[in-house]
């Protein structure tokens, strides 16, 4: 395994306070964003038919965009139009700026890393449809350990250890993996909102699809839905270049040093976490989800991965 070092405490505090800002409670990439673009998403106008798919960091986002891109669209299911996921299922906190977002035809479908209380008013007034995905916080933090090592513009490097703890402290884009779920869990009753579970997307992808289309209002046949599934499968995003983001420059996501889609597992932390590391996490995760009625799995066969 590649390990790196972890650079002087000072120099990393430095560079993630380059990295990140927060605002509102939590972090965000300072590359992509600004405190004025968040405000302003508060006030954007909401069709009752728009989509919003929110996540926490390294929860299957660009999964779930490859999903609702192909619900939504005949001609990606089909193969007549070739428009990448993030253009067709852009970032509000980051794309949706540069792409003139009123005049995009309905559904509109967007993606966001928001914490429930920084989406736009009209969703808390239950317009539109919000897709939570979350996945279990071990394996969110082996992927996101490896993503910061395929962004070149972030100047830290950090051994495993050190990433475990700045992840457990909030110190990345997103903030705390434990408040981003706990917020939204105990604030769905305000959303128009189905959460489903990356774990439970592995097991049983059909299902998930179907419960998606269901929630979303539409009717695709089983050919439709057979089609969605297998373009869904990780071998098959992998070679699908609408979906494995080999269209992104090596000078923004390193391509050389690791792929955006990874592994596509559950159950990863187990080849990397020592046993006193994954207790502290049962630890917290019991202080602080534990009185949810939430499950994830923490392991799955992997003969029932895709
Ligand atoms: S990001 O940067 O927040 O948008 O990342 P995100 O897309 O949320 O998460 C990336 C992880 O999701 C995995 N992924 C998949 N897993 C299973 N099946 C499919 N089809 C799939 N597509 C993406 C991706 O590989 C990352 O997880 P890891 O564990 O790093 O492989």
Request: overall charge neutral.
């Amino acid at each position: 395994m590649f390990v790196e070092a972890t650079m002087d405490r000072d120099a990393l505090e430095e560079a993630l306070n380059s990295a990140y800002f927060k605002h509102k409670g939590t972090y965000f990439d300072a590359r992509n964003t600004s405190p004025e673009v968040i405000d302003d998403i508060e006030h954007m106008e909401i069709r009752d038919d728009d989509v919003f798919l929110v996540t926490y960091p390294k929860s299957g986002t660009v999964w779930a965009q490859q999903i609702l891109s192909l619900i939504f669209n005949e001609g990606h299911r089909n193969g007549t139009e070739q428009v990448v996921n993030v253009n067709r299922v852009p970032w509000v906190e980051y794309n949706v700026r540069n792409m003139d977002y009123k005049s995009r035809p309905s559904p509109r479908l967007f993606s966001s890393h928001l914490p429930y209380y920084l989406m736009p008013r009209g969703l808390k007034h239950r317009m539109g449809k919000i897709l939570y995905v979350c996945r279990n916080p071990k394996d969110v933090m082996v992927s996101y350990y490896h993503f910061i090592r395929i962004l070149p513009h972030l100047k830290f490097t950090m051994d495993w250890e050190t990433f475990f703890e700045v992840f457990l402290l909030g110190r990345v884009q997103g903030d705390s993996w434990f408040d981003h779920v706990r917020g939204w869990y105990t604030h769905k009753e305000d959303f128009n909102i189905l959460i489903v579970t990356y774990e439970e997307m592995k097991r049983d992808l059909r299902s998930v699809v179907k419960k998606i289309c269901k929630f979303m209002g539409v009717n695709l046949d089983e050919k439709a839905i057979d089609t969605v599934v297998k373009r869904a499968t990780f071998k098959n995003m992998k070679r699908d270049p609408l979906a494995n983001y080999d269209f992104v420059s090596n000078e923004k996501l390193d391509k050389t040093k690791g792929s955006f889609l990874r592994k596509g597992t559950v159950g990863d932390w187990k080849n990397i976490m020592t046993v006193a590391q994954s207790e502290k996490i049962d630890k917290i995760y019991w202080e602080k989800m534990g009185n949810l009625p939430i499950n994830f799995l923490w392991d799955l066969n992997e003969e029932t991965a895709s």
